[in-house]
């Protein structure tokens, strides 16, 4: 039995990097093996079906938590690292230790009492790991969702921090929030701008 790791949001301006772990039984019945069949990758899938495929999986995965690391620990340790802890921090959020993690990409996290492996574009053809991309792409979709509410200035809720036009437009008319990755180039070029 393994567990997938993936990571949502590397590459946005604003906003948390969110990883999840999955943990998928080994033996899935009917429902299950039917679920794994329509997994993919949380860049192909529509909103609405991620946010369907995500209570599948939680409702079927034998164990699966999500990790966090903010804007400030980002700025602090830079994003590389930050998303390792994120992944490291969904690991420990499963309350079990699996035998074997899978990780997309080609670097891996400190997983205690676990075999780490890197899997690149193991979210294209790993379950577990397409399964950890679609919970980790849905929670920080909903949490840049609920913070859009507090802070409305940015339109958080339709780019999710990403660095689109709109983005860019409104950091140079309002500069950095607080949630803002003030140590990524272009934070500071747009609110210079």
Same mark, same amino acid.
């Given at each position: 039995?393994? *567990? ?10 604003? %906003?948390?990097?969110? =990883?999840? #772990? ?13 679920? /794994? ?13 991620? &946010?369907?495929?995500? +209570? !599948? ?9 999500? %990790?966090?690391?903010?804007?400030? &620990? ?6 590389? @690292?930050?998303?390792?802890? #994120?992944?490291?921090?969904? *690991? &420990?959020?499963?309350? +079990?230790?699996?035998? #074997? ?6 670097? *891996? ?5 676990? =075999?780490?492996?890197?899997? /690149? ?7 577990? /790991?397409?399964? #950890?991309?679609? !919970? ?8 840049? *969702?609920?913070?859009?509410? @507090? ?6 809720? +339709?780019?999710? %921090?990403?660095?689109? =036009? ?8 309002? %500069?950095?929030? =607080? ?8 934070? +500071? @070029?747009?609110?210079?701008?």
């Amino acid at each position: 039995m393994h *567990c997938g790791v993936d990571e949502a949001g590397r590459g946005p301006l604003a %906003g948390p990097v969110t =990883a999840a #772990a999955v943990l998928l039984p080994e033996e899935p019945d009917g429902r299950t093996r039917k679920l /794994i069949t329509t997994l993919a990758d949380s860049k192909k899938l529509t909103p609405r079906a991620r &946010e369907d495929l995500a +209570v !599948l999986i939680r409702e079927h995965a034998v164990a699966w938590g999500t %990790g966090w690391s903010w804007p400030e &620990e980002i700025d602090r340790v830079n994003i590389l @690292q930050a998303a390792m802890l #994120a992944m490291s921090r969904a *690991c &420990e959020a499963l309350g +079990v230790v699996p035998p #074997a993690v899978f990780v997309d990409g080609n670097r *891996c996290p400190v997983v205690p009492g676990a =075999a780490v492996y890197a899997v /690149i574009k193991g979210d294209g053809y790993v379950p577990s /790991i397409m399964a #950890a991309s679609i !919970l980790a792409k849905t929670a920080r979709d909903a949490w840049m *969702c609920e913070y859009a509410i @507090q802070d409305d200035r940015y339109g958080f809720e +339709v780019h999710k %921090g990403y660095p689109t =036009a709109l983005h860019k437009a409104r950091l140079a008319e309002h %500069g950095p929030s =607080a949630i803002h990755r003030v140590s990524f180039r272009g934070v +500071v @070029q747009e609110a210079r701008s």
